[in-house]
């Protein structure tokens, strides 16, 4: 049997007296795009914190392709995160924010320039990322998490807020993505979405 990229066990997290996660557990497999539903406030990025490595688990346990997440950076080679909220240099452009994190994980400057295309950002690839939309910005956040070719994509709603048309664009991204083979955790509550895009859904409530 294939080993799971991604398997939560009886997962728990407090805030203080907040249970924010009460023991839920999951497998994702290799090549599947795994939909994460549920509503406001309940525990959605707190899932994805844990799976990123950025928090660690009261209790249970969390494994992404065989090893734990919290405070492991052999890890990051293998995992792009795409957050909610932008984490991009605001002052600098779209190709400086990308060359900089491309120097963290040593990918090569033409692999910038592919991702600057596929994702339709090449003209404005000069400007202040403050001058972007929001779709753009979501665009460029896609670039830098795939920049060192992930086999895991994790996706905390990266289509909140955007119109129809710049959620297509995102809904592409993922699905030339899954066509690569990748494991991709995609965050949501939109059930169209997840219906679209998703090989299995989890409720979380
Ligand atoms: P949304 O769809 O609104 O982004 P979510 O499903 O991502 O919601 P979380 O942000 O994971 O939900 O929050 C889960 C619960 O944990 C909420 O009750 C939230 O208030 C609480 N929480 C999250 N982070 C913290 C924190 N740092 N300190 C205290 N409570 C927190």
Redesign the pocket.
Known sequence: MTEPAIAVENLV?K??E????QGISFQVYPGEVFGYL????????????ILAGLSSPTGGSCRVLGQGTFKNPALYRHLGVVF?ESHLYERLSGIENLRFFAALHGVPAARIQELLQTYDLAKAAKRPVRTYSKGMKRRLLICRALLHDPEVLIM??PT?GLDPTSAAVIHGAIDHYRRQGKTIFL?T?DMTEAETLCDRVAF?N
């Open positions: 997290k805030y203080g907040t249970l924010a996660l549920g509503p406001n406030g309940a525990g959605k990025t707190t899932t994805i914190r909610e905390d709603e909140s965050s509550h979380l």
